[in-house]
């Protein structure tokens, strides 16, 4: 049954939304939805899913050897994406729209140390608003691992699902005493389906093709699955790590379950268990919203999410259109002033050449892309 997920009073709307995204094109974060499927936490929030399984991110300066950190890497990045892509059906039963975060919002927070793997910090910024781009900075400096990158996401509607393309790209670096160099791991993102929306209950596939290229030469390259019509598993993946074309491990599974090798595994064994994704996720640890500054994405939202979470949308649009309004005037003022928005702690970069060479690699497309590099900080 057409919306049978909706509740009954908002079937009408679901309705109109659906019909909206048939015929809207450009960012589906400004659009209206019905209250149902509003979700109270900000899109500035979701880097944090990067850092949610830290002593694997730690881990991976751990390999002895290109390969082994190769393993490791995948390993970390396979782990992050059941929380990135099933995490709002587990806690909200399905996939809702996120807040759009405010030019400069920002994400504040930390794992902390446990059995000597470093602390890990998250700097997560919103450094444009129209199109709407995210840069994150992820750091285990004790453990000399990095993760640095931006996203934002193109939307077309197929007639019965949305799909999201998503821009931008996320650069590892490793650096341990015992490397001579330091090791960059070009990270492509793979694009999304989300279907059930007829049904009114929302949720992520992920499809097509994926890249981790690093520049010690290995290459892992990685295809998404559904659900097929007669076969196949949602949530599927394969994954080859392989180095100028022959191939050094396989891997396939559910990523929001269970991967396994087909065949040789890092140990030596023989089709080993890769990833348990049942592997409990840690939540960031983010300072109260009291004591946060005035652009943190939760002091910022307090009243649209609280709103939200005990069903009063008046409330929560009200002070969505006050926020809004801010935002137009303060706009209005920088163009009058010609002082306009400066970055806070990243730094814009055109063009960025670790990108171009490590894409030429694997025929990358685009060829090229800009980045968002993390400002100095000074101690
Ligand atoms: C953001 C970057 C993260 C991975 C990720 C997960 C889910 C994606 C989100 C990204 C972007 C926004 C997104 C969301 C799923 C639904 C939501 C595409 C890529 C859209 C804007 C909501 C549409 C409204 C429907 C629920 C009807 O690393």
């Known amino acids: ?33 019905p209250s149902f499927i509003l979700s109270p936490v900000s899109l500035v929030e979701f880097p944090a899913y990067w850092g949610e399984h830290p002593s694997q991110f730690a881990e991976i300066a751990k390999g002895k050897d290109e390969v082994e950190r190769m393993v490791l890497v995948l390993k970390w990045f396979i782990g992050t994406l059941k929380g990135q892509f099933t995490a709002r ?22 794992w902390g140390d446990k059995d000597g793997r470093g602390d890990t910090t998250l700097v997560a910024e919103q450094v444009s608003h129209h199109p709407p781009i995210t840069a994150y900075h ?12 931006h996203c934002a996401q193109k939307t077309s509607f197929s007639g019965r699902a949305i799909n999201v393309k998503q821009v931008g790209h996320a650069m590892m670096r490793v650096k341990t005493a015992s490397m001579a160099n330091e090791e960059l791991y070009l990270i492509t993102l793979p694009n999304l389906v989300i279907e059930g929306l007829w049904y009114g209950s929302p949720y992520v596939e992920l499809t097509g093709t994926s890249y981790i290229q690093s520049t010690s030469g290995l290459l ?11 076969s ?18 396989n891997i396939e599974g559910e990523w929001a379950g269970v991967s396994k090798y087909k065949g040789k595994s890092l140990s030596g064994g023989k089709d080993d268990v890769f990833w348990d994704a049942n592997t409990p996720r840690e939540e960031i640890h983010v300072d109260d919203v009291d004591s946060q500054g005035d652009m943190e994405s939760r002091k910022v939202w307090k009243t649209v999410a609280n709103g939200i979470r005990t069903g009063d949308y008046d409330t929560a649009s ?11 005037n303060k706009r209005k003022d920088e163009a009058a002033n010609g002082t306009p928005h400066q970055l806070e702690h990243f730094v ?21 892309e800009d ?9």
Request: charged share 25%; hydrophobic share 30%.
């Open 1 to 33: 049954e057409v919306g049978a997920a909706v509740p009954a009073d908002q079937k009408q709307g679901w309705g109109q939304f659906l019909k909206s995204i048939a015929t809207f094109s450009g960012d589906l974060s400004s659009m209206t939805a």
């Open 89 to 110: 059906n587990t806690s909200m039963g399905s996939e809702k729209k996120p807040l759009n975060p405010i030019l400069g919002e920002l994400f504040l927070g930390k």
């Open 138 to 149: 992820i750091e285990n400096a004790k453990a000399g691992v990095t993760l640095e990158g």
């Open 220 to 230: 892992t390259t990685l295809t998404y699955t559904g659900k097929g019509y007669f």
């Open 232 to 249: 196949g598993k949602s949530h599927s993946f394969k994954a080859s790590i392989g180095a100028g074309g022959s191939s050094l491990y």
């Open 318 to 328: 009200r002070d969505k259109a006050r926020i809004e309004n801010e935002q137009r």
């Open 348 to 368: 814009h970069v055109d063009d960025d050449q670790e990108y171009r060479q490590l894409a030429a690699k694997f025929g990358g497309k685009p060829a090229n």
């Open 371 to 379: 980045a968002y590099r993390r400002k100095p900080r000074v101690h």
